[in-house]
């Protein structure tokens, strides 16, 4: 690990201000994901801010009879917390299905939403890749690409996206909060908070250079059946290959958003227009263009089947 200087910040504008002092500054809460990084020499930042004492950890009613999520709350809390499982249930069930107990204790909200990919070329600083190094190229197209993106890749990068949290956020219409250094406000739709990997994999969100996330909102709940449904390698402490969050209604209308194949949590909204017509018609709405390599096109039939499986679990609820 490369030395690095520290210092906790007052509040999150004086955090957003003093990122923009210092080159290669980085913020730094529960430090689950960026740790790791810089120990792996992936992530080599000069100067850490710690947000932690932001008072930022605090779960509220909004106005619209939405909720607003600090960006400090920590998963294990959001998870339990009693108006998240009563009106959110998607939101709890993906963040039960994250990690271990020992990290959702630590990680984050806003954590959550921006770590880095688990591709494992990513990982390897001996292979090339574009996100790690730009214009290095990426190995993971030619390379072992079974649990690597299907939908929205590009020649640049195929990697996706590894947060359980952020794909229920996506089915619920959530919204970021943050601020920036001149300490102005905004609200982003968490939809366009995650680019494409295009030919600029390595700028992962649209974000500007050390602006702050420092709150999550969740509009007025859906209602209907909340089912979160991860396929992955092993029952616990992986990543999905696919997931599926899906709010449904008894009508059989809802919201679906898929992760584990792409750079973002993949939602279309033209795919829940057909929800009437199967887990076929959606599937073939959400994966359109979908361009996978020989060794994860699998993933085209399983969003199939785990869309079947939920959207026939939410009739049986209903």
Known sequence: MRPFT????????????????VDGSRFIAGGTNLLDLMKLDIETPTHLIDVNGLALDRIEATPEGGVRIGALVRNTDLAADARIRK??????????????????????????????????YFYDTNQPCNKRQPGSGCAAIDGFSRSLGIIGVSEACIATHPSDMAVAMRALDAQVETVRPDGTTRRIPLAELHRLPGNTPNIETTLAAHELITAVTLPAPLGGVHIYQKVRDRASYAFALISVGAAIQKDGSGHIALGGVAHKPWRVEAAEAVMAQGA???????????????????????????????????RALA
Do not use: H, I, W
């Open 6 to 21: 520290y210092l906790r910040a007052k509040s999150p504008a004086e955090a957003a201000a003093l990122a923009a002092q």
């Open 87 to 120: 009106d959110y249930g998607l939101l709890s069930r993906a963040l039960l299905a994250g990690a271990s107990g020992q990290l959702r204790n630590r990680a984050t909200t806003a954590g959550n939403l921006l770590q880095r990919t688990r591709c494992p």
């Open 280 to 314: 076929k018609a959606v599937s073939e709405q959400l994966l359109a263009g979908a361009t996978p390599t020989g060794q994860n096109a699998f993933k085209l039939t399983l969003v199939e089947r785990t869309l079947a499986s939920v959207m026939a679990q939410a």
